[in-house]
């Protein structure tokens, strides 16, 4: 009775969590391997001294948004739902 009224909350916090966790380049960047590096630190690698990759940048950029873009439009209902859920009478 309880749990459907709490899915809406969990899949938001979900999807915020899951954005939280694929936004921490900082620590992708300093405590990872060059060869075992996640999508964020393979972006950051495209900036080089003698300028930036531009159409690499891009399209690198275009493939690690795009995931959670999806996510997001096949759960916005539910997100939706989960933030305004406590806000209505």
């Not at 380049?25 to 972006?43: C, D, G």
């Amino acid at each position: 009775m309880l749990t459907p009224m709490a899915v809406p909350g969990i899949a938001s916090t979900l999807l915020l969590n899951i954005i939280l966790a694929w936004n921490e380049a900082f620590w992708t960047l300093n405590l990872t391997a060059s060869k075992a590096a996640p999508l964020t630190a393979f972006i950051a690698s495209y900036s080089s001294p003698e300028g930036l990759f531009y159409a690499k940048l891009s399209a690198a950029s275009t493939m690690a948004i795009a995931p959670i873009l999806i996510l997001g439009w096949f759960s916005q209902k539910q997100l939706v739902r989960g933030l305004t859920f406590g806000a209505v009478k």
